[in-house]
């Protein structure tokens, strides 16, 4: 199993809708990831976060260290919205050195 | 600033070729990275270093070497390539702790055929 699941893996979108995306791990974390990757593109930071909630224009993140599982969501969607999202940790601990682990990426695409 | 910039974007080699692909990153981070990115596949740590003349072996290090003179570059060795090498290659700095946002780079897209 691996340490970091993303949820779903593929997603298709009509503009203007709610989209989730989901993110759960298995391991203690000082810092949960959320980045973007557009085709053929350069990867993003859209945010970082250790506990709460984090927004940003129509982006939003949240994070339940509990139950270790945090959540991506695009109010809104437009299909420039349309891209990889990827989850990540870093782990806790004082060798962990900012190495993260990464999910495998759900692939958005927001139809006009 | 220019953040993280890699070189060459695109490669093709020839089995048994090897090159260095370069990384140089101009925020003053102490902590970089390298990480390989596989079709379907979540991207894999291959070495890191936490400062200049520190290195570490990442999850993927078979194949690969690194060297750390410099705190700005970060440069990655493929020798003898093979086609398991085929991949997209982000290079990546942070901050010196665990709680720090990452800068990747363009990323570099190596075929070995």
């Known amino acids: 199993k691996n340490e970091v699941e993303q949820s779903p893996q593929n997603l298709t979108a009509q503009e203007g809708e709610f989209i989730t995306i989901n993110c759960s791990y298995s391991?203690?974390?000082?810092?949960l990831h959320w980045l973007q990757q557009h085709p053929g593109g350069g990867i993003v930071s859209l945010f970082m976060l250790s506990s709460g909630k984090k927004k940003h224009g129509r982006l939003i993140a949240t994070i339940n260290i509990q139950e270790k599982h945090s959540s991506l969501h695009i109010t809104a969607s437009h299909p420039r919205d349309s891209a990889v999202y990827i989850c990540?940790?870093?782990?806790?601990?004082?060798?962990?050195?900012?190495?993260?682990?990464f999910g495998q990426g759900t692939i958005l695409t927001v139809h006009p | 600033n220019a953040g993280v910039t890699q070189t060459p974007k695109f490669r093709i080699l020839k089995i048994g070729q090897s090159m260095t692909l370069q990384c140089t990153q101009d925020m003053n981070h102490n902590y970089m990275y390298w990480y390989r990115q596989d079709p379907g596949m979540g991207l894999k740590l291959i070495y890191y270093?936490?400062?200049?003349?520190?290195?570490d072996k990442g999850e993927v290090p078979n194949g690969y070497n690194v060297s750390r003179s410099t705190t700005e570059d970060f440069p990655l060795r493929l020798e003898l390539a093979a086609p398991s090498q085929t991949s997209v290659y982000f290079c990546a700095s942070g901050g010196t702790s665990s709680y720090n946002e990452q800068f990747f780079g363009p990323g570099t897209r190596l075929t070995v055929l």
């Open positions: 391991v203690g974390i000082s810092a």
């Open positions: 990540a940790v870093s782990q806790f601990g004082g060798t962990s050195y900012g190495k993260l682990t």
């Open positions: 270093s936490v400062g200049a003349g520190i290195t």
